[in-house]
């Protein structure tokens, strides 16, 4: 395990550490059922325990990984039908998440969502597809914060890591980062009109074009 932390140096360590670990499960460089020892992990990053116990602590609620006694911790593998699931729910939090956001300040909403959409496309016409994760997950991050829901957000972070690590390796590239794009777009003008059925319809419409893109994936991945 790289004992490279690239964050945040303000961020806390066990953030640091938890937004590693996370990375390197997502992408599939720390396996399904491989098991995460609070020690080794100290050993090879050069760090003391106590951070590490308080990632592997969050990265459990978050659903990224469960403890089991007198061994450590092991990486939650995920299925088709979880993702399904995830999808639908985190949905429904969605919209709740962005009618409470509104309440909230909508100008305010949306300035930060028009600032993650332009980065995104200067990202995209840039080529810098590794950027996508990031801006993707800032751009619900960004409506689930602005809720005022510390639960929403939570709930809402850990259906996504269940959606993503299902091939999250491949999930932005072709035609998919311009889809998110397109999708966040629509989202961010259902906010600006105000009207909650067409928020629900395109909350709806981006997570279900998400869902089809990863079981296309993962199709592909099995026909070749």
Known sequence: MSDDLNFAKESPIWVRIYEHLKEKIIFGEIAPDEHLVEASIAKDLGISRTPV?????????????ESIPRVGYRV???TKEEVFQAC????????????WAIEH???VLLEQLNENIS???RALLRGKLDEFPKLD????????????SDI???LIRSLRNSMFRFRMDK???GDVAENVIKGHQAIYEAINKGRKSDIKKTLNEHLDIAFKAILKIELDNISH
């Not at 116990?53 to 990984?65: F, I, S, T, Y």
């Not at 639908?88 to 009618?99: C, G, N, Q």
């Open 53 to 65: 116990r308080e990632a592997l602590h969050n990265m459990q609620k978050d659903g990224l990984v």
């Open 76 to 78: 939650k593998p995920v």
């Open 88 to 99: 639908r729910i985190r949905a429904v939090l969605e919209v709740l998440a962005t009618e």
């Open 105 to 107: 300040g909508k100008k």
């Open 119 to 121: 980065s995104s496309k």
């Open 137 to 148: 997950a800032q751009f619900h991050e960004i409506i689930s914060r602005r809720s005022g």
């Open 152 to 154: 929403i957000t939570q």
């Open 171 to 173: 999930f932005y590239f």
